[in-house]
């Protein structure tokens, strides 16, 4: 079946970066663009952007435009996420979640279980 | 951006009730709008996509229905694995936004 396995939890200090992973299996990889979307403590959820898997094309939310950046590895299924300059209300839980539709970030289709990042001094 | 405000923020039914969960947004979506399930502690699971259409393995009890700016998702017999926050997302124009959730509570 359609899996996504992200990494596991990390603990940054403020103006730290941290890179999130998130490997596929079940499907091929390429057919299927990977968005990212994070969840503050308690909070709601929020999209921070999507890469095509098959030729690399990003679209980011404006508002981690210049700190955020995606990237894929086709040869192992697996993407990346890396968001910079890291404050305290970057403590969230990031997601990786497969685009249903081919080489679209449309529905988000199935999730990683989260990997828990917490930006602390 | 697109805001999606869902309503009640809490709805307290039981076990064989019918839920019924809505979504409004702040201009016309057409019908490009989503809803998700998401238990405590688990990440969410798309139930429904394109305002009505069921995702896979997604039972029949769901269903969706809306287009333009109101929306409406429809649970027809609470089942026990029902209560949960249900969260409403579009994809009609940049940024991909989310509703703020309903809270579907036992009882």
């Known amino acids: 079946q359609v899996k996504l396995e992200q990494s596991a939890a990390e603990v940054k200090k403020p103006g730290a970066s941290v890179k999130v992973s998130c490997k596929a299996s079940?499907?091929?990889?390429?057919?299927?663009?990977i968005n990212w979307l994070r969840q503050a403590p308690g909070q709601g959820l929020q999209w921070m952007g999507w890469?095509?898997?098959?030729?690399?094309?990003?679209k980011y939310a404006q508002m981690f435009q210049g700190r955020v950046t995606m990237a894929t590895d086709t040869s192992t299924s697996t993407a990346y996420m890396e968001l910079r300059s890291l404050r305290s209300d970057d403590t969230a839980i990031y997601y990786c979640?497969?685009?249903?539709?081919?080489?679209?970030?449309?529905?988000?289709?199935?999730w990683g279980q989260g990997t828990l990042v917490i930006v602390s001094s | 951006e697109i805001v999606l405000t869902q309503s009640p923020a809490t709805l307290s039914l039981s076990p064989g009730e019918r839920a019924t969960l809505s979504c409004r947004a702040s201009?016309?979506?057409?019908?490009?709008l989503g809803w998700y399930q998401q238990k405590p502690g688990q990440a969410p699971r798309l139930l429904i996509y394109?305002?009505?259409n069921r995702a896979t393995g997604i039972p029949p009890r769901f269903s969706g229905s809306g287009s333009g700016t109101d929306f409406t998702l429809t649970i027809s017999s609470l089942e026990p694995e029902d209560f949960a926050v249900y969260y409403c997302?579009?994809?009609?124009?940049?940024?991909?936004?989310f509703g703020g959730g309903t809270k579907v509570e036992m009882k």
């Open positions: 890469i095509n898997s098959h030729n690399g094309y990003t």
């Open positions: 079940g499907y091929n990889f390429i057919d299927h663009g």
């Open positions: 979640a497969r685009g249903r539709v081919n080489n679209s970030p449309w529905w988000f289709d199935p």
């Open positions: 201009q016309s979506i057409s019908n490009y």
């Open positions: 997302q579009q994809r009609s124009k940049w940024p991909l936004t």
């Open positions: 394109d305002a009505s």
